[in-house]
């Protein structure tokens, strides 16, 4: 059962426990806070980008119990209990992960803004899928719109990384 | 973007959902993944006083064979999961292609079976291989359950005869005459859009001739229908392209689409007859698969 508080409008705030990149935060949210809004507002993680709101553009892209998934969609409360990977969660100890510095090599972000849910959807890609085809590259990605239309070494950064990790 | 204030429940049963959404009638929506929910409601489309998840709902999360039934999908189960499912790939590899279809990778881990059957959308991707395939869907509601076929689930755009306390549970995929299915699909785009035409097909073919043929349109109606004169047609038929190609022709008669931003009502008549011929062919000579 989800525990909350009511305020004296009547608005309620709900008890909720999400462990993002490892740590847990206990917060009180209410029903319409939106996972993008919470991670980038509360927990103070830009890393995750807002862009088209629609689920179109994937630019907020983060795993939620593994899977790629638009932060744009959920409701903070809905992630309750489970665990969220966003971008700021790849590198560990100070260390970047594969994707990254391949994504680095290769030159693979312009302007950057869909980087961090590429990403995202790449890291879960390889989770899944250690050796993926371009075909599944391209495929994993296609929910991660660039607008400077750089895929090209986007999907050449992620077969080395498959290939290197 | 932000919401408008709505307060939430999370039941864990069926049971506690049935009565939250009876409780509160047109106060309350029902979510399942969100995906059109939380759409609408950025839209300004929707503003429920109540939303009611059904997200915690393990039960609801399963695909599985049952002996004598068939296989039977929860209704909270994601796009993703019929995509990856071992058990659709033997039995059904249509189903979890024309899952695969759909949407990005993104909305497909969040999207559900029951939320794509329950928003009644006309170019929905799984009704039409799954009215193809005879399934029936297993209803709830307060007064306990119903079972009907798919196909008559659906009323017009955005309607199903589903009543305020109801919810989808599970769809059954009775096991099959059929020897073959498929679903072809044309969006605007190879991944996140909409169709613009949707034709799925399932047919029984016996010694080259079709025994029993069934063909869905989605998205050249206002809901998805049966092309029942073209499926009458071919039965009994011994299979050659032109037969094929003359129950395209007879199944662009049977649609009423509307012409909008992704298509003219006469493409969309003209893709019923090439994609009707395709699916079929494929459904043929490829089985389930
Ligand atoms: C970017 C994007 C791309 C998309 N592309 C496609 C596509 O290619 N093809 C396609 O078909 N759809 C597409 N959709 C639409 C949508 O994702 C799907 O229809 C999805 O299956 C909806 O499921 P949901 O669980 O998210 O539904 P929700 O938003 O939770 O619910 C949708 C409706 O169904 C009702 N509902 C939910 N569960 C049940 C139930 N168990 N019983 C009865 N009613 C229920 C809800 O009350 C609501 O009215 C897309 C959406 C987005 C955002």
Redesign the interface.
């Known amino acids: 059962m989800l525990k909350f508080v009511t305020d004296k409008d009547g608005v309620k705030r709900y008890l909720v426990t999400l462990k993002v990149n490892g740590n847990e935060y206990t917060k009180m949210v209410k029903a319409n806070s939106l996972l993008v809004n919470f991670l980038r507002g509360e927990l103070d993680l830009t890393g995750t980008k807002k862009a088209c709101e629609q689920a179109d553009c994937g630019a907020c892209t983060v795993l939620l119990d593994g899977k790629p998934v638009n932060s744009c969609m959920i409701l903070t409360i809905n992630a309750d209990g489970r665990e969220i990977t966003t971008v700021e969660g790849l590198a560990s100890n100070g260390k970047l992960d594969i994707l990254q510095e391949k994504f680095i090599e290769h030159s693979a972000p312009q302007c950057g803004y869909c980087t961090p849910g590429i990403l995202m959807s790449a890291k879960a890609l390889l989770n899944r899928n250690s050796h993926p085809t371009e075909y599944e590259v391209r495929e994993a990605i296609a929910g991660n719109l660039c607008r400077c239309t750089g895929y090209v070494n986007y999907v050449k950064a992620i077969l080395d990384a498959a290939e290197n990790q | ?8 429940f ?1 039941p864990d049963s069926i049971e506690e959902t049935c009565q939250l959404l009876s409780q509160f009638g047109s106060k309350a929506k029902l979510m399942a993944g ?2 059109d929910v ?2 609408k409601m ?1 839209k300004e489309l929707l503003a429920p006083e109540i ?1 009611v ?1 059904i ?1 915690k709902i393990d039960q609801l999360k399963k695909i599985e064979y049952v002996p004598g039934k068939g296989v039977v999908i929860g209704s909270g189960v994601i796009h ?1 999961d019929l995509v990856y499912s071992e058990l659709l790939h033997e039995k059904y590899l249509s189903i979890s292609e024309a899952a695969r279809q759909m ?5 497909r ?2 999207g559900t079976v029951g939320g794509n059957i329950g928003s009644a959308v006309p170019s929905a991707d799984l009704p039409p291989i799954l009215i193809a395939l005879g399934a029936t869907v297993k209803i709830t509601g307060v007064q306990g359950d119903r079972t009907m076929d798919l196909e008559n689930v659906f009323i017009g755009p955005g309607k199903t005869v589903l009543t305020q306390d109801e919810i989808i549970t599970e769809v059954v995929i009775p096991d099959q005459k059929m020897t073959g299915s498929n679903y072809i699909k044309f969006g605007l785009r ?3 859009a909409l169709a613009v035409v949707g034709v799925a097909a399932a047919v029984q073919v016996d010694n080259n001739a079709i025994k029993d043929a069934r063909i869905v349109l989605g998205a050249v109606s206002p809901t998805p229908v049966r092309a029942k004169k073209a499926e009458e047609f071919l039965r009994d038929k011994k299979i050659s392209d032109e037969l094929l190609a003359e129950a395209g022709v007879i199944a662009s008669g049977e649609c009423k689409p509307i012409t909008d931003v992704r298509g003219s009502a006469e493409y969309r008549k003209d893709m019923v007859r090439v994609f009707t011929r395709r699916a079929l062919r494929k459904a043929i000579d490829e089985g389930h698969a």
Request: charged share 10%.
């Open positions: 973007m932000y919401l408008p204030n709505f307060e939430y999370q969100g995906t939380i759409i950025k939303l998840s997200e993703n949407a990005n990778n993104q909305v881990n969040l190879a991944s996140g």
